[in-house]
């Protein structure tokens, strides 16, 4: 497992844009598969975005395919390598939630790949709040 720490939360107005970011100061994260979920109140963690280790896979779940986009830093940008980031444009009231990354350590597979259930990670943040005012 890795210690994982979210941060770039806030209140946003509707239409705004915040972008999130994941990292570690222990271990590095760039040879994990990483996620995004969301826990509204009331409501279960759901998957909003997933990203292969290598980088260059990514899916983003229904609802917010089209606004948000996860990546990944890598040494063709200036972006830490250990860190994955979920933009988020065009906000609204129903994405207010805590975001939470997580990672899937464990045994080796393929880099291609993304995971989207929450039972194929096992390391997590604290989350970092979301709110967005209509």
């Known amino acids: 497992q890795v210690q994982l720490v979210e941060s770039g939360g806030g209140l946003v107005q509707a239409g705004g844009s915040l972008r999130l970011s994941c990292t570690t100061s222990?271990?590095?994260?760039?040879?994990?598969?990483m996620g995004w979920f969301r826990q509204a109140p009331g409501k279960e963690r759901e998957f909003v975005a997933a990203?292969?280790?290598?980088?260059?896979?990514?899916?983003?779940?229904?609802?917010v395919q089209g606004r948000f986009t996860i990546s990944r830093g890598d040494a063709k940008n200036t972006n830490p390598k250990n860190t994955v980031f979920l933009q988020m444009d065009r906000l609204k009231p129903e994405d207010t939630a805590v975001y939470y990354c997580?990672?899937?350590?464990?045994?080796?597979?393929?880099?291609?790949?993304?995971?989207?259930?929450?039972?194929?990670?096992?390391?997590w943040g604290q989350g970092t709040r979301v709110t967005v005012s209509s």
């Open positions: 990203v292969s280790w290598s980088g260059g896979t990514t899916y983003e779940s229904a609802s």
């Open positions: 997580a990672a899937k350590t464990g045994s080796a597979y393929p880099s291609t790949y993304y995971y989207v259930d929450l039972s194929d990670y096992d390391s």
């Open positions: 222990r271990r590095t994260i760039s040879d994990y598969a």
